[in-house]
């Protein structure tokens, strides 16, 4: 009912910066976007929150990128966006889009494929 599209991982120095992207493809009426979000996984970790949006605009973060990084959307395109500024070795993981779908009263979680980020020293 839902397909997330993610772009706009890669390669860069510490230090650089990255936009991620992710666009949700609705295929039954029924459902609506909520919340979007990224999330992150490292080798070896668990996956991990990097930042949310609701379809009013609230943010959260995780404090390990507070102020380096900012999610928004465009709630007419279903498209989340992932700026991450100053990046560091540590942010190296592969990033996955989230997003939270309502029907008749039900929330749906869907997942992106994911897209790799890796950020040299």
């Known amino acids: 009912q839902v397909q997330l599209v993610e772009s706009g991982g890669g390669l860069v120095q510490a230090g650089g910066s990255l936009r991620l992207s992710c666009t949700a493809s609705i295929s039954d009426s029924r459902f609506s976007i909520n919340a979007m979000g990224w999330y992150r996984q490292a080798p070896t970790k668990q996956r991990e929150l990097v930042a949310t949006i609701t379809s009013g605009g609230s943010t959260n973060y995780a404090d390990s990128v507070k102020g380096r990084f900012t999610i928004s959307r465009d709630n007419a395109k279903n498209t989340v966006y992932l700026q991450m500024n100053s990046l560091k070795p540590e942010d190296t993981a592969v990033y996955y889009c989230?997003?939270?779908?309502?029907?008749?009263?039900?929330?749906?979680?869907?997942w992106g494929q994911g897209t790799q980020v890796t950020v040299s020293s």
């Open positions: 989230n997003a939270v779908a309502v029907a008749a009263l039900y929330k749906y979680d869907y």
